[in-house]
């Protein structure tokens, strides 16, 4: 089923956690969870916690520091039952000059075919460093 409209889905679970990232890099970490995550959605962050209220205003200010287009690139998938586990590169200059380059672990779990729970992994340090403000505006991380 489609998660916003009750519509039925026949994706596979490796296809849905696809068509997430591709509708996450062309219209954005909203609609995506909109069309596939389920109104319930919990995403945990490495060195955030919960941030399913706020993954949305993150992205919106990551994006404005960002001077071209992000690169994300989905690596390799294992997907099992009602689980998926990703590795993501994100890529991306920032205005300022620096370059904001992480690896990322996803773990999806799924429920009637629906995204329920999203586990981000990433190197905390790195995003500290290049993105720390960012962070802390969102509340992502301690003033």
């Known amino acids: 089923m489609h998660a916003r409209t009750g519509t039925k889905m026949t994706t596979t679970t490796a296809e849905t956690v696809d068509l997430f990232f591709e509708t996450m890099a062309n219209q954005g970490v909203r609609t995506a969870i909109e069309r596939y995550a389920d ?8 060195g955030a916690g919960n941030v399913e209220d706020r993954i949305g205003e993150f992205m ?4 404005a520091q960002v001077s071209g287009a992000v690169e994300l690139t989905v690596g390799a998938k294992t997907c099992e039952g009602d689980r998926a586990a990703v590795e993501v590169t994100l890529h991306a200059e920032l ?3 620096r370059i904001y380059h992480n690896n990322f672990h996803f773990l999806f779990e799924f429920r009637n075919g629906v995204i329920v729970k999203i586990a981000e992994y990433h190197d905390t340090h790195h995003a500290y460093e290049t993105i720390g403000p960012t962070l802390r505006k ?4 301690d003033a």
């Open 39 to 46: 109104e319930n959605l919990t995403w945990w962050s490495a």
């Open 60 to 63: 919106d200010e990551f994006g």
């Open 95 to 97: 205005t300022e000059g």
């Open 138 to 141: 969102v509340g992502f991380v």
